[in-house]
């Protein structure tokens, strides 16, 4: 009793001289209240602050058999629990946690990776938008969700650069571009977090998974990362050092090993390149048990010399494998691990149970339940999910403008499953969203084309992709078939071999063009880029629809029909071939660059090395002319600010939205750099017949690279920049660099 009336007392003091007010900035420094707290704590106390269990519900990883959690907590020997899906259990917890001898109350966690209760598209989708602000509006509105249910923590963004499709993963992050993945990054941090923490509805982001993580082996989940310094610190970490530039609270290392060190035992990258060379002063949380693998992988003998390495090497709180919990007061007891390495973590996660308010108040997350069912919240929600729905569609095929659907049309043909499922609309990691509220695309379809003819027709079974006899199709005005993954095939846990559109679906594609003269039109759904070549060259228009969720037939719908245009861009190159992955668009020119018809060049023998999409393209339902990039000068110095514009019109019968990307390259560089690196995107709406002129403005920064020692660098010399719609149609210009 003495030591919580000397706790109380040292922190109202602390808050009262500092002028504390409940929901002061999250910037604010809570040191002194911190180090209140820490002085009263137990060895056993601290380790207990950086212990996170599940609670058993939505394990993404194997069960682990826990001591009496309900005891631990009420004995203060936990910070933090996750997966915990409603406010009444919160409270629970927290009940639990008030009734320890320090109160320290407890964290609440979730994946919440594309929406609470309304589903956004998955992230990969959402990047295909290329809209950073609908994309941060979509986080804000997930962070508002997920803290009316008591939760303060969303294990996301995902901010892995990914760039082979066989990685099942892809589906959660924003694809292939570092620069791109870096704007993305900052655009979720920024949506979950807000300015402060002080209207409860933003919580902690986590940008994961601290490194590499998309740069398995062969898209194999969970395996190695066998990269080179050079590719990690120019491709792999920009979006991490992005999120922490934004203020991101927390980090989930990997599963993954980098070059022969476990991501979780990576001192090199949490203690020293994280914590000391960036300034991170949030706190870094293993991934499921990632902790204990470290003896899995071979660098540990023991999970007691798993946990000693994590600490040492800078991972702040365990996630369910108990290494912690068993190993670490022992190791500090036998002098193995100073106590300064436990001191440095607690104050990271008390620091943060600061910033929330949870000291001023444990239970300020569990107010706003009433606006879970609230109908016209809700109906706000779902109204930007469509519009980040509608923007995130790619149009990859349209011959002979069989799209927008026209007017004229009166029978339509709806075949394959697909496009009733609702289950498979949410996608992968869909927290509380159910299939109840999803709108399907037959629904969507219906709602759109009230006096349409709309007739569904199964075409093969979902659960095993057989095909099923079709009817006579040829008196329908147009054929819309929907095919490609279920929402279970992509996500953590799906790496491929094949990805492949199923034989069967592509070759439903292949009877229905040969079987009838109506136009075939193909929504092709999943997680990650596809392969579907046989099937291509049969669909007169193709859409690429991924997983949209709780508004994706509503927003398929509007494109269908061209209530919108078509306006996104793939974030990761389509191959043609499975032997080309991992593909991307920012590879090196090599000394012996591709060019067809000559077998001594980097490619291949029996196949061009070209994608099937490349990085950016996304068709519309009208034309655009992009000029060639105009820089303000020829010359520039060290420091100063290069002004690029770009004429965009709008040559078609429709106003659209273009994406304007602009790309650069360096040409002669101390280290190798890639053939082209995108630097800038604008999105432009224009009327038919409209004109206008862009403007990016560079710095030098942008124009760098981290050469050797892993040392950023300018280097003066010659700089070509490209302007486009995607990353294989440019115009170029040229500038040049000096000291």
Same mark, same amino acid.
């Given at each position: 009793?003495?030591?919580?009336?000397?706790?109380?007392?040292?922190?109202?003091?602390?808050?009262?001289?500092?002028?504390?007010?409940?929901?002061?900035?999250?910037?604010?420094?809570?040191?002194?209240?911190?180090?209140?707290?820490?002085?009263?704590?137990?060895?056993?106390?601290?380790?207990?602050?950086?212990?996170?269990?599940?609670?058993?519900?939505?394990?993404?990883?194997?069960?682990?058999?826990?001591?009496?959690?309900?005891?631990?907590?009420?004995?203060?020997?936990?910070?933090?629990?996750?997966?915990?899906?409603?406010?009444?259990?919160?409270?629970?917890?927290?009940?639990?946690?008030?009734?320890?001898?320090?109160?320290?109350?407890?964290?609440?966690?979730?994946?919440?990776?594309?929406?609470?209760?309304?589903?956004?598209?998955?992230?990969?989708?959402?990047?295909?938008?290329?809209?950073?602000?609908?994309?941060?509006?979509?986080?804000?509105?997930?962070?508002?969700?997920?803290?009316?249910?008591?939760?303060?923590?969303?294990?996301?963004?995902?901010?892995?650069?990914?760039?082979?499709?066989?990685?099942?993963?892809?589906?959660?992050?924003?694809?292939?571009?570092?620069?791109?993945?870096?704007?993305?990054?900052?655009?979720?941090?920024?949506?979950?977090?807000?300015?402060?923490?002080?209207?409860?509805?933003?919580?902690?982001?986590?940008?994961?998974?601290?490194?590499?993580?998309?740069?398995?082996?062969?898209?194999?989940?969970?395996?190695?990362?066998?990269?080179?310094?050079?590719?990690?610190?120019?491709?792999?970490?920009?979006?991490?050092?992005?999120?922490?530039?934004?203020?991101?609270?927390?980090?989930?290392?990997?599963?993954?090993?980098?070059?022969?060190?476990?991501?979780?035992?990576?001192?090199?990258?949490?203690?020293?390149?994280?914590?000391?060379?960036?300034?991170?002063?949030?706190?870094?949380?293993?991934?499921?048990?990632?902790?204990?693998?470290?003896?899995?992988?071979?660098?540990?003998?023991?999970?007691?010399?798993?946990?000693?390495?994590?600490?040492?090497?800078?991972?702040?709180?365990?996630?369910?494998?108990?290494?912690?919990?068993?190993?670490?007061?022992?190791?500090?007891?036998?002098?193995?691990?100073?106590?300064?390495?436990?001191?440095?973590?607690?104050?990271?996660?008390?620091?943060?149970?600061?910033?929330?308010?949870?000291?001023?108040?444990?239970?300020?997350?569990?107010?706003?339940?009433?606006?879970?069912?609230?109908?016209?919240?809700?109906?706000?929600?779902?109204?930007?999910?469509?519009?980040?729905?509608?923007?995130?569609?790619?149009?990859?095929?349209?011959?002979?403008?069989?799209?927008?659907?026209?007017?004229?049309?009166?029978?339509?043909?709806?075949?394959?499953?697909?496009?009733?499922?609702?289950?498979?609309?949410?996608?992968?990691?869909?927290?509380?969203?159910?299939?109840?509220?999803?709108?399907?695309?037959?629904?969507?379809?219906?709602?759109?084309?009230?006096?349409?003819?709309?007739?569904?027709?199964?075409?093969?079974?979902?659960?095993?992709?057989?095909?099923?006899?079709?009817?006579?199709?040829?008196?329908?005005?147009?054929?819309?078939?929907?095919?490609?993954?279920?929402?279970?095939?992509?996500?953590?846990?799906?790496?491929?071999?094949?990805?492949?559109?199923?034989?069967?679906?592509?070759?439903?594609?292949?009877?229905?063009?040969?079987?009838?003269?109506?136009?075939?039109?193909?929504?092709?759904?999943?997680?990650?880029?596809?392969?579907?070549?046989?099937?291509?060259?049969?669909?007169?228009?193709?859409?690429?629809?991924?997983?949209?969720?709780?508004?994706?037939?509503?927003?398929?719908?509007?494109?269908?029909?061209?209530?919108?245009?078509?306006?996104?861009?793939?974030?990761?190159?389509?191959?043609?071939?499975?032997?080309?992955?991992?593909?991307?668009?920012?590879?090196?020119?090599?000394?012996?660059?591709?060019?067809?018809?000559?077998?001594?060049?980097?490619?291949?023998?029996?196949?061009?090395?070209?994608?099937?999409?490349?990085?950016?393209?996304?068709?519309?339902?009208?034309?655009?002319?992009?000029?060639?990039?105009?820089?303000?000068?020829?010359?520039?110095?060290?420091?100063?600010?290069?002004?690029?514009?770009?004429?965009?019109?709008?040559?078609?019968?429709?106003?659209?939205?273009?994406?304007?990307?602009?790309?650069?390259?360096?040409?002669?560089?101390?280290?190798?750099?890639?053939? !082209?690196?995108?630097?800038?995107?604008?999105?432009?709406?224009?009327?038919?017949?409209?004109?206008?002129?862009?403007?990016?403005?560079?710095?030098?920064?942008?124009?760098?690279?981290?050469?050797?020692?892993?040392?950023?660098?300018?280097?003066?010399?010659?700089?070509?920049?490209?302007?486009?719609?995607?990353?294989?149609? !440019?115009?170029?210009?040229?500038?040049?660099?000096?000291?």
């Amino acid at each position: 009793m003495k030591s919580l009336i000397i706790l109380l007392f040292l922190i109202l003091n602390s808050l009262f001289f500092s002028g504390y007010t409940k929901g002061q900035d999250k910037k604010r420094d809570f040191s002194v209240e911190v180090d209140s707290v820490l002085r009263l704590m137990t060895l056993e106390e601290k380790v207990g602050q950086m212990i996170q269990y599940s609670n058993n519900r939505l394990n993404t990883g194997p069960a682990i058999n826990t001591n009496n959690v309900t005891e631990e907590v009420r004995t203060g020997r936990v910070g933090s629990v996750f997966n915990v899906l409603s406010v009444e259990h919160t409270r629970q917890y927290q009940d639990l946690a008030m009734q320890s001898r320090l109160k320290i109350p407890l964290l609440f966690g979730l994946d919440v990776v594309h929406g609470m209760k309304t589903t956004f598209p998955i992230p990969l989708a959402e990047a295909a938008s290329f809209d950073l602000a609908l994309m941060e509006k979509a986080a804000e509105i997930s962070a508002a969700e997920t803290s009316a249910y008591g939760i303060h923590w969303s294990f996301a963004p995902m901010v892995d650069i990914s760039r082979d499709a066989r990685w099942g993963r892809v589906m959660e992050g924003a694809g292939e571009d570092p620069w791109y993945g870096s704007q993305v990054a900052k655009a979720r941090v920024k949506g979950f977090q807000g300015d402060s923490y002080e209207d409860r509805k933003t919580i902690m982001a986590c940008a994961k998974h601290f490194a590499a993580y998309g740069a398995v082996v062969a898209g194999k989940d969970y395996s190695e990362a066998d990269i080179s310094e050079n590719t990690l610190h120019n491709i792999y970490l920009p979006p991490f050092k992005a999120a922490v530039d934004a203020g991101v609270a927390t980090l989930m290392n990997g599963f993954n090993e980098i070059n022969g060190i476990p991501a979780t035992a990576h001192k090199g990258l949490q203690r020293e390149l994280l914590k000391q060379e960036w300034g991170f002063d949030g706190f870094v949380v293993s991934d499921w048990g990632s902790v204990s693998e470290i003896a899995t992988h071979g660098m540990a003998k023991d999970n007691k010399e798993a946990a000693k390495l994590a600490v040492l090497a800078g991972c702040d709180m365990d996630m369910e494998s108990m290494s912690y919990e068993r190993n670490l007061v022992d190791l500090v007891n036998e002098g193995q691990l100073d106590i300064r390495f436990i001191n440095d973590a607690v104050k990271r996660i008390l620091t943060k149970k600061f910033e929330l308010g949870l000291f001023d108040d444990p239970y300020g997350y569990t107010y706003r339940s009433n606006e879970i069912d609230d109908e016209n919240i809700v109906s706000s929600y779902r109204t930007v999910a469509r519009d980040i729905a509608v923007k995130s569609i790619v149009l990859l095929k349209n011959q002979q403008e069989v799209l927008p659907i026209n007017p004229n049309v009166q029978k339509i043909a709806l075949v394959g499953p697909l496009n009733k499922s609702r289950k498979d609309m949410l996608g992968s990691w869909v927290a509380v969203g159910t299939e109840d509220g999803v709108i399907s695309v037959y629904e969507g379809l219906r709602t759109a084309l009230p006096d349409v003819e709309i007739t569904y027709i199964e075409g093969y079974d979902l659960e095993t992709n057989e095909l099923k006899t079709l009817p006579e199709t040829d008196h329908f005005d147009l054929v819309i078939v929907a095919v490609g993954e279920r929402a279970q095939e992509s996500g953590e846990a799906k790496s491929k071999v094949d990805i492949n559109v199923h034989k069967n679906q592509q070759q439903l594609v292949k009877t229905l063009k040969e079987e009838s003269t109506s136009p075939v039109v193909t929504l092709l759904m999943g997680g990650r880029p596809l392969v579907f070549s046989d099937m291509e060259p049969l669909s007169d228009a193709i859409l690429m629809t991924w997983w949209l969720g709780t508004e994706a037939g509503n927003a398929i719908a509007d494109v269908l029909t061209g209530k919108h245009n078509p306006s996104g861009k793939l974030p990761m190159t389509f191959p043609k071939y499975i032997g080309q992955c991992p593909i991307y668009y920012g590879h090196k020119n090599t000394g012996r660059p591709w060019q067809p018809d000559n077998r001594y060049v980097t490619g291949y023998m029996d196949e061009t090395v070209l994608p099937a999409y490349p990085f950016g393209f996304g068709l519309s339902y009208t034309d655009f002319e992009i000029g060639k990039p105009k820089t303000d000068r020829e010359t520039y110095e060290m420091g100063d600010t290069v002004q690029v514009t770009v004429d965009v019109k709008n040559t078609g019968t429709r106003l659209g939205t273009e994406t304007v990307q602009l790309y650069l390259r360096d040409m002669v560089s101390s280290v190798t750099r890639p053939v !082209l690196e995108l630097c800038g995107i604008q999105q432009v709406a224009l009327s038919c017949g409209e004109e206008k002129r862009i403007t990016f403005t560079l710095t030098t920064n942008d124009l760098g690279f981290y050469a050797a020692e892993n040392k950023f660098v300018v280097e003066p010399g010659q700089f070509k920049l490209f302007a486009g719609n995607s990353s294989d149609n !440019l115009e170029s210009s040229s500038f040049e660099l000096i000291d």
